[in-house]
């Protein structure tokens, strides 16, 4: 056990320290924030062997660039389709990989992802606040923005030999429309304000970050010059400004706030919708709370059964052979 | 009204208890916030009071809408309205020249003095109704009407941490450097993020908050003594 010294050659905007969040705070104005994207976030960790939830570096569209100064250490990278380079070799996201002392390594948008995952086989030094590391953007609180220019030290860096290579992707996650329960202020718009969110095609803007993701669509019509009193908001919110636009409120989202809203997504799809890109459409889907309850439960079933195969360890090419034919064959129905 | 029940998506449940703010309908919010934190159903992870309205969060894989809708209507049937006797907190203010940039134009739209609206927002006892917008914004209530003034048309930008603002009848001491739209009339070396892991946060919904004055010469001294994360 080392320690491993990367020098951050470069960083975009909004790459960040996240562990598994912070809840309890809401009523003190702290979201919980964490990873964008729960589901590849716990993967990069289960593939290194990590215990759940330990920090990890979350990069955004920008990208992030590293020079291995000290030590050598094995890390996981998931999340989206994005394009890994090292050692002169050009991979993609959800792969394990050993940075040896003098190499460097570039994670950049590829094509597909917001959100990619860095996990390191050891423990990412980084600043708490509240018990957790994880960054709440707006204010830098946690782990914080990782700066080009400065160093991330990993304590008790390890090879893992028997853990390098691909990392099988989820499969179970749906591909259909973004579910959502309605309400709870549905009530509050023009009749077919809600029809309408869930019959037509809404896109991703770029106005999209850690706190929420604004939409392009049809204008959803409030019922008269409504001003609700200001009331809790959750991740997964459809708010709607005065204006009618649609935004959907996310892992930074304020804990309050008086726009109405329309809808709230349930919560594994707030995590698959984060992973899309400005352009992309976006399709509702109405489902009701009895059954948003059951599609969760049913996704944590799949999605604990899925962490704990790819965190048994490699071993040789053949075992793995054999073992992604076994994840592959039977797990995901 | 009969208290309403809102399903938020898997995870949480909207407890509305009046339709219009009130000092009675904030008091029955925080009633029912402490008559379900002195007995937490299993499964239940938070709850955040507001004006109106609680959010009780819980984990689907536990629990569901209709069991915490259960108990909280059972915790609703056992509450009884009392006027809110939150812990009273002090909070020190510099209302002097450097750190007050809008005492004078609020002195000016309300026809008082500036010594006549530093006193009034001394004189003056606030509640904590809710935090929001960011971490430790605390919005507290009680602006005596004659110095309420509305918002600005136009935010500006970078307001240090700690400055003391008003806007109606509201008033927020500030946790971070950020855009606000509100009257800046104070600095404060009181930190509302404590930095104490025991008690992070210096305000409990339905406190009570009066002010203090201080000079510059204190304000200097206390304010290098603290720093805000």
């Given amino acids: 056990m080392s320690e491993a010294v990367l020098s951050v050659s470069f960083a975009g905007p909004l790459v960040t320290v996240q562990d598994a969040g912070r809840p309890g705070h809401m009523r003190y104005g702290v979201p919980a924030s964490g990873p964008m994207d729960r589901l590849a976030f716990d993967a990069a960790n289960a593939a290194l062997g990590n215990p759940q939830g330990i920090s990890a570096i979350e990069i955004s569209l920008g990208g992030l660039m590293l020079h291995c100064k000290e030590g050598a250490v094995t890390l996981a990278i998931t999340g989206g389709e994005f394009v890994v380079e090292h050692g002169g070799q050009k991979t993609s996201s959800w792969t394990i990989l050993t940075l040896q002392k003098g190499e460097r390594l570039a994670i950049r948008a590829g094509t597909a992802g917001s959100w990619a995952y860095l996990a390191f086989a050891g423990r990412l030094g980084s600043e708490d606040w509240l018990g957790s590391q994880a960054t709440h953007s707006t204010s830098g609180f946690g782990g914080g923005a990782v700066r080009t220019g400065q160093s991330l030290e990993i304590s008790e860096a390890a090879i893992r030999g028997d853990r390098l290579g691909a990392i099988p992707q989820p499969e179970f996650p749906s591909n259909g429309p973004i579910r959502v329960v309605t309400g709870p202020q549905d009530h509050h718009f023009e009749e077919n304000a809600v029809a309408c969110l869930l019959a037509d095609v809404f896109t991703v803007t770029d106005a999209y970050d850690r706190m929420g993701m604004r939409l392009k669509g049809p204008l959803l019509g409030l019922d008269g010059a409504l001003s609700i009193p200001s009331e809790p908001v959750v991740r997964g919110s459809v708010q709607v400004s005065g204006d009618g636009v649609a935004t959907v409120l996310l892992a930074d989202h304020q804990t309050t706030g008086g726009y109405p809203k329309i809808a709230t997504v349930i919560s594994c799809d707030t995590d698959r919708l984060a992973q899309w890109r400005a352009g992309q459409p976006v399709r509702f889907t109405s489902i009701s709370s009895a059954q948003a309850i059951e599609d969760v439960r049913h996704f944590t079933v799949q999605k604990t059964r899925y962490l704990e195969q790819i965190s048994v360890p490699r071993g040789s090419l053949e075992q793995r052979l054999i073992r992604e034919n076994l994840i592959h064959g039977c797990a995901f129905d | ?229």
């Avoid at chain 2, 309403?4 to 998506?9: C, G, L, T």
């Avoid at chain 2, 709850?47 to 569901?64: Q, R, Y």
């Fill in chain 2, 1 to 229: 009204m009969n208290a309403r029940f809102k399903s938020i998506a898997d995870h949480a449940l909207l407890v509305t208890l009046a339709d219009d703010i009130s000092d009675d309908a904030h008091d029955l919010v925080i009633a029912l916030d402490k008559a379900i934190a002195a007995n937490m159903p299993v499964g239940v992870t938070e709850t955040v009071p507001a004006l109106v309205n609680l959010l009780v969060s819980f984990d689907p894989v536990v629990t569901d809408h209709a069991a915490v809708e259960a108990h909280v209507r059972e915790c609703l049937e056992a509450v009884e309205i009392q006027a809110t006797e939150g812990t009273v907190r002090r909070v020190k203010v510099c209302y002097e020249a450097p750190f007050a940039p809008d005492l004078e134009p609020v002195a000016s739209a309300t026809g008082l003095s500036t010594e006549a609206v530093i006193n009034a927002h001394l004189a003056a006892k606030f509640d904590v109704l809710m935090y929001g917008f960011a971490p430790g914004y605390a919005y507290l209530s009680g602006a005596p009407e004659q110095i309420q003034v509305p918002r600005k048309q136009t935010p500006i930008r970078d307001v240090p941490a700690g400055s003391v603002i008003i806007a109606g009848a509201q008033c927020l001491i500030t946790t971070l450097t950020m855009p606000t739209g509100w009257s800046i009339i104070g600095r404060s070396p009181t930190r509302i993020l404590t930095g104490d892991p025991k008690h992070p946060f210096l305000f409990d919904v339905g406190d009570r908050v009066t002010f203090q004055r201080i000079d510059l010469a204190t304000f200097e001294r206390l304010n290098s003594e603290t720093s805000h994360e």
